[in-house]
């Protein structure tokens, strides 16, 4: 689960990680008094507007501003509220729709006083499965695409590897710091920023941290700049309050229906609908469907009770994707028996009626043979297939 920039901030200063201070809006009258405010509190005479969506680039894409006064928080909080924001990471890219921004941070100038005086660097700590344990990623080049500098200059880019049974030793923190070129009172302040950075990454189950960029202020204070938090989504049942945070506006809405009806659903790009039941059955449907010529449009997984309610709702949800040309199903019949699912096929296909795209079912288990000459004699237009190469067959069949 992704947080907002102002939400990965609030986290972060929950476990005493130095940040750039702002408040979260959602209108232009807000906006201008939130920048009165930290004029008052922070004596920060310019502002920062910054939209708030799940996507990194959004300053090239017009959803970060400088104010240097009121008119300009207006002017940029009228045109950022509202907009559809295009950014390399939303979806379809620069030429997508974008996305559209609810809200806005407005945030104190951090840079200031000595704007000369600041350095910007790039510090994150995520997990590295090849390794199996955490790592920190340092870069003293902040402030750009992390992408970009590890592919033109990789030496600039720094890798501290934790061992998960002894976690972050401070000599670690240490090396980190002096990387980074940091001496004195920003070398400590450095220290404690990754030390504090890492705590909070451990205990809030996080999958990613991503702080870009870091800055060194003028009087060499470390603080985060902007924040992008990624988390684990199989752990917020330890954290309800971080659990709270999340913004259905900001994921796929067929998505989010499909998980509000217990169907784990993720959207591709390709013309075959996969609906399967368990993760590893709808991983090797997937490359079947490669490996028969086909692309798969989506992952589907009903889960062990595949009856015909949930059927019909992962029947719905497939079809609502205008790129789907064929749907393959394919179920394992282990908790429950395949003539059970052929009957809940049979029940959601006369329920949904008008299906115009061929329908591949594959059952394979307890009661598969009475389960084939249910779909056989339905009446409908379903193709049914017991050996898994039989359904792959009939994909590139319909497709052709």
């Known amino acids: 689960m992704n947080l907002h920039e102002y939400q990965g901030k609030e986290l972060l200063k929950s476990f005493g990680v130095a940040i750039q201070e702002g408040i979260v809006v959602e209108s232009v009258e807000d906006a201008i008094a939130a920048s009165k405010k930290l004029k008052e509190e922070r004596n ?27 008119d300009e928080v207006k002017e940029h909080a009228t045109n950022i509220l509202g907009m559809m924001l295009k950014t390399p990471q939303t979806p379809g890219g620069l030429e997508g729709p974008g996305k559209l921004v609810r809200k806005i941070l407005i945030a104190e100038d951090a840079y200031a006083p000595d704007f000369d005086a600041c350095k910007e660097f790039y510090v994150s700590v995520l997990m590295d499965r090849e390794r199996k344990c955490n790592v920190i990623v340092s870069s003293t080049e902040g402030g750009m695409d992390i992408e970009e500098v590890a592919h033109s200059t990789p030496e600039k880019i720094s890798k501290e590897y934790i061992d998960p049974r002894l976690g972050l030793q401070a000599f670690q923190a240490r090396k980190i710091a002096f990387g980074l070129g940091l001496e004195g009172k920003a070398f400590k302040e450095m220290v404690r920023f990754i030390s504090k950075l890492y705590k909070a990454f451990v205990d809030s189950d996080a999958s990613m941290f991503e702080i870009n960029p870091t800055l060194k202020t003028g009087d060499d204070r470390i603080i985060a700049v902007d924040c992008k938090v990624a988390l684990d989504g199989n752990a917020l049942f330890r954290h309800p309050d971080l659990a709270a945070m999340r913004d259905v506006h900001e994921e796929d809405p067929t998505e989010v229906e499909a998980k509000s009806h217990g169907l784990n659903y993720v959207n591709l790009d390709g013309n075959v609908g996969c609906m399967v039941n368990g993760a590893g ?15 798969p449009a989506n992952f589907l997984d009903v889960g062990g009770t595949a009856d015909a309610e949930r059927v019909e709702k992962a029947f719905r949800i497939i079809m609502r994707d205008p790129k789907v040309k064929a749907i393959l199903i394919n179920i394992f019949g282990g908790i429950v028996r395949c003539d059970r699912v052929a009957n809940g096929v049979v029940d959601a296909y006369k329920n949904i009626g008008n299906i115009s795209i061929p329908i591949i079912v594959r059952l394979q288990g307890t009661n598969a043979e009475e389960a084939k000459e249910i779909i056989d004699q339905s009446g409908l237009e379903v193709h049914s297939a017991i050996v898994l190469q039989e359904a792959a067959d009939l994909v590139t069949k319909v497709l052709s």
């Open 281 to 295: 059955l709808a991983m090797a449907t997937m490359d079947i469907i490669k490996l028969s010529g086909g692309s």
């Open 44 to 70: 920060s005479e310019f502002c920062i507007v910054k939209a708030q969506i799940h996507a990194g680039g959004r300053g090239k894409g017009g959803g970060v501003k400088l104010a240097k006064n009121q």
